[in-house]
């Protein structure tokens, strides 16, 4: 089993900066790829950004790339998502997952562990 523990949300006006931080506990974090996912009201939870087990391979939605950098210190078991020049578009639940197989990837049912996820709101 891994927990994940997402934080780092709240409410920015459009073209701040949030950094959201996923803390991985239980099994050995470093063996997992890390994704991130967000949800909006009355939407399907979408795909944000994924690394792999070793941080080598990273993709990202359209609508993010260029704003939104992965991250993961796996020495702190942690995960990031840096989240620059926002929109209000942004505004989300945001969650961070975790695969056992280390690859990254883009599917939501390609993950094992899910966080309980935190609120991203962003003002225009």
């Known amino acids: 089993q891994v927990q994940l523990v997402e934080s780092g949300g709240g409410q920015v006006q459009a073209g701040g900066s949030l950094r959201l931080s996923c803390a991985a506990s239980g099994r050995t974090f470093r063996n997992y790829a890390m994704g991130w996912f967000r949800q909006a009201p009355g939407k399907e939870r979408e795909f944000v950004a994924t690394?792999?087990?070793?941080?080598?391979?990273?993709y990202y939605a359209d609508s993010v790339k260029g704003r939104f950098p992965i991250s993961r210190d796996n020495a702190k078991n942690t995960g990031y998502l840096q989240m620059n020049s926002l929109k209000p578009e942004d505004t989300a639940v945001y969650y961070c997952?975790?695969?056992?197989?280390?690859?990254?990837?883009?599917?939501?049912?390609?993950?094992?562990?899910w966080g309980q996820g935190t609120q991203v709101t962003v003002a225009s």
């Open positions: 690394i792999s087990w070793v941080g080598g391979s990273r």
């Open positions: 997952a975790a695969r056992a197989t280390g690859y990254s990837s883009r599917w939501l049912h390609d993950y094992d562990y």
